[in-house]
């Protein structure tokens, strides 16, 4: 699926928030659209947060990328959107 300039530019912010270069986004959408979003970009935080962290385990990295493929899908299902952080 190819994205519009606005769809490439939300990415972008997206990846800076996920990166700790950006401390606001600002979005438009259904609740629930909002809310599988804020969902996908927590979990996705929380991969890279765990890859990072010094004492993580491979079962503790597999937990959280788990998690957000899971929220990507979810996030996926609502908007048509893959999730391609």
């Known amino acids: 699926m190819k994205l519009n300039i606005v769809g490439k530019l939300f990415f972008a912010g997206a990846g800076a928030w996920l990166a700790n270069r950006a401390s606001k986004l600002k979005v438009r959408g259904t609740p629930e659209e909002i809310k599988k ?12 947060e765990e890859l990072k962290k010094s004492g993580a385990t491979t079962d503790s990295v597999i937990e959280k990328l788990g998690l957000k493929h899971a929220r990507g899908k979810e996030f996926e299902r609502i908007t048509g959107v893959p999730w391609p952080l």
């Open 37 to 48: 979003l804020a969902a996908a970009l927590r979990a996705s935080r929380r991969f890279q």
